[in-house]
């Protein structure tokens, strides 16, 4: 099953500008509609008939006006009967249209004094407002007063929505969120990332590590100690199944002892010798099991290796008992030393055990070359079969077996496996030039 992947940042981003934009459009809803009511009590009249009576005016060469309405203006004329207006610029040309009332003929010049007024009874019962309203126009400053046209409407509040300083408001909200919440959020999630690597520091090496509380939102707290909790329940699991391995070996190996101690005493046969091959089968196990055990409760004993000197003294150790099976055994290193921090014998037991798995594996007078690299790789290659791409991460597995063959239990590959887990490094498994199994262990090196 897929899961569906969100970033927090987009989600709170998106959600801040929503509620918002949502937030501003309620306010000018709420606000229109008592400015409605009030603008309907003191002008009555839709000034934006102004605008449409100032495009609809040119001016003639003598300075003087003409009227040619546009389309929105034609439409008041033609909606409205009773509508009516004059025009007049700071030179007392005059523009008419319709009934104008008798007061303001009288002296229509004295608009020029007035920059903006509501009339809310004109004396007219069909239209009784007017209004009086300025513009600045390319043609210089008029002044306009009109009445019995459209009155104010709910067209006001799409007004508000396009008005500029509504856009403009909203343009910088978004962008103060997109510019402030990514951060804010960032910083707020600092704790989370600390425990994201600590998180990826826990290993069978070092289980004892536990995910901090620093600097974590508090919503997230119940999750991390519920993590840590798990963390604590798991090491105690491990931990009984540890003892149980290694008390299970070490009552093991006395039996084990005194099977093969009467074993020797037995006439020489060819079933003493497979009984012998299967005690000495059970006593590698076993001691196998208590080296997984000796090195989990003592991971911190590291000390400073020459890796050099451990590879070279494995390959020396077992090169009477390769050359008495048929084998040859090749070992290649630098002259200096290879510093890394570690456990002389658990490494010395992973080396030997990769070259004793290509005795037992590599068949007959197979050629093993062991190879210490400068930066911290130890590389254990044969001239053998080899091993299956396939099945390269299953040899690593406890107690896996891939040939029927007598000796081993399965144990050695994965002791070197959890040996250089615990040593910080990596093994792999590939082709060797010469065809066979190359093992390849790389270790950190000492920073210098």
Not at 45 to 60: A, I, N, P, T
Not at 112 to 140: C, L, Q, W, Y
Not at 356 to 375: D, Q, T
């Amino acid at each position: 099953m897929k899961h569906r992947v969100f970033s927090l940042r987009r989600v709170l981003s998106k959600g801040l500008i929503t509620i918002q934009v949502v937030v501003l459009v309620g306010f000018v809803l709420l606000a229109a509609v008592p400015f409605l009511l009030a603008m309907s009590a003191q002008q009555g009249l839709d000034e934006g008939v102004v605008d449409d009576v100032v495009r609809s005016v040119q001016r003639m060469d003598d300075d003087s006006f003409t009227l040619r309405p546009v389309s929105d203006l034609q439409k008041v004329i033609d909606g409205y009967p009773d509508f009516w207006f004059i025009l007049v610029d700071a030179a007392g040309n005059i523009v008419k249209r319709g009934n104008v009332p008798a007061p303001v003929n009288l002296f229509p010049q004295n608009l020029v004094h007035v920059s903006s007024a509501n009339f809310s009874d004109f004396g007219d019962s069909k239209s009784p407002f007017a209004i009086v309203r300025t513009r600045n126009t390319s043609i210089g400053r008029l002044w306009v007063m009109t009445g019995g046209g459209p009155a104010v409407g709910y067209g006001v509040i799409g007004k508000a929505f396009g008005n500029p300083m509504f856009l403009g408001l909203i343009v910088l909200l978004s962008t103060a969120t997109l510019l402030t919440i990514p951060p804010l959020i960032r910083r707020s999630l600092l704790g989370v990332e600390q425990v994201a690597r600590d998180a990826e520091q826990i290993d069978i090496g070092q289980s004892d590590v536990r995910l901090s509380y620093d600097r974590v939102p508090a919503e997230l707290i119940p999750l991390v100690r519920a993590f840590n909790e798990a963390l604590d329940r798991l090491d105690s699991g491990i931990a009984r199944q540890r003892r149980f391995l290694a008390d299970a070996a070490h009552e093991l190996r006395t039996p084990i002892a005194i099977l093969q101690t009467r074993l020797e005493s037995l006439p020489d046969s060819p079933e003493k010798r497979q009984l012998q091959r299967d005690s000495a089968r059970l006593g590698g196990m076993a001691n196998e099991l208590l080296d997984l055990h000796r090195l989990a409760l003592s991971p911190d004993s590291f000390e400073t290796v020459d890796l050099v000197d451990v590879a070279e003294h494995v390959t020396a150790d077992l090169a009477p008992l390769a050359i008495d099976a048929g084998c040859d055994i090749e070992f290649v290193a630098p002259e200096t030393p290879i510093h890394i921090k570690g456990d002389a014998s658990a490494l010395s037991r992973a080396i030997a055990n990769l070259v004793l798995n290509a005795m037992s594996h590599g068949g007959p007078s197979v050629s093993i070359r062991v190879e210490v690299n400068p930066g911290g790789r130890v590389c254990v290659s044969d001239n053998g079969p080899g091993v299956d791409p396939d099945h390269r991460e299953e040899i690593f597995w406890p107690f896996h077996r891939l040939s029927q063959s007598p000796n081993g239990a399965g144990l050695g590959l994965s002791l070197v496996y959890d040996i250089i887990k615990r040593h910080g490094g990596k093994v792999s498994v590939a082709t060797a030039p010469q065809g066979g199994a190359l093992f390849e262990i790389s270790l950190p090196l000492i920073k210098a």
